[in-house]
């Protein structure tokens, strides 16, 4: 059971264009949404995240926008850059009682940003 | 340390061999977890500790796989009688608090023949 879906293996996009990754959820509890990002030989390592009462979070070139009634999240990057060339995961977890904050991960998209 | 180290950095096994992987957290971290991510898909969760305390095992593929982290710091991972279906990067993660983001190693790329 995938609980958080990245259904777009791969993107390429021309540098200075925006690059846009997607991401789909199905478990409702999920309450904090984040995106990572992988080079390879690398562990990933954390780019931006957004909490479910806020449906926007900027980060200079990075903007994450959640639309909780789709189950979806999209992060966006403006303008792309070769250097941003890695895999993206999205990822998700449930703030609670009893939950130990580990995170549930997409199956990642590979971002190709030419030159 | 400056991050999350993770050693060996690749190990080969034989079928039916024991492993052992290590993480060395960020020093402080209160949380730890092992995930498991398979040539192509994301990390899977496999385990937790907070401090020394293990809270939540429910990744744990099979009762071959182990963890341990008995002062709070260092953490073990260990397969027993290793299988093919083994075979995948192990990465180690910590955080300073339970709620916070994940600071990942480099991961143990494990390949059992």
């Known amino acids: 059971d995938q609980q958080v879906k990245q259904n777009s293996p791969s993107l390429s996009v021309q540098e200075g264009r925006i690059s846009i990754l997607n991401c789909d959820y199905t478990?409702?509890?999920?309450?904090?949404f984040l995106w990572y990002k992988k080079y390879p030989a690398e562990g990933p390592t954390f780019l931006i995240s957004?909490?479910?009462?806020?449906d926007k979070n900027e980060d200079g070139r990075f903007t994450v926008f959640l639309n909780k009634s789709a189950k979806h999240l999209s992060l966006h990057i403006v303008p792309s850059q070769p250097g941003d060339s890695a895999v993206y995961f999205c990822?998700?977890?449930?703030?609670?009682?009893?939950?130990?904050?580990?995170?549930?991960f997409g199956q990642g998209t590979t971002l190709q940003v030419k030159p | 340390g400056a991050g999350v180290s993770q050693s060996p950095r690749y190990k080969v096994a034989k079928r039916g061999q024991d492993v052992a992987l290590r993480c060395d957290p960020i020093?402080?971290?209160?949380?730890l977890f092992w995930y498991q991510q398979a040539l192509g898909q994301g990390p899977e969760f496999l385990t937790y500790?907070?401090?020394?305390?293990?809270?939540?095992k429910s990744g744990l593929p099979s009762d071959r796989f182990f963890a341990e982290r008995p002062e709070g710091s260092v953490s073990t991972l260990k397969i027993q009688r290793t299988q093919q279906e083994d075979s995948a990067v192990y990465l180690c993660?910590?955080?300073?608090?339970?709620?916070?983001?994940?600071?990942f190693g480099s991961g143990t790329q494990l390949s059992v023949l």
């Open positions: 993660a910590s955080s300073p608090g339970i709620y916070e983001k994940l600071f």
């Open positions: 478990n409702s509890m999920f309450d904090y």
């Open positions: 957004i909490s479910s009462i806020k």
């Open positions: 990822a998700a977890r449930r703030i609670g009682s009893g939950n130990t904050g580990k995170l549930i």
């Open positions: 020093s402080g971290h209160v949380s």
């Open positions: 500790f907070q401090n020394e305390a293990q809270l939540d």
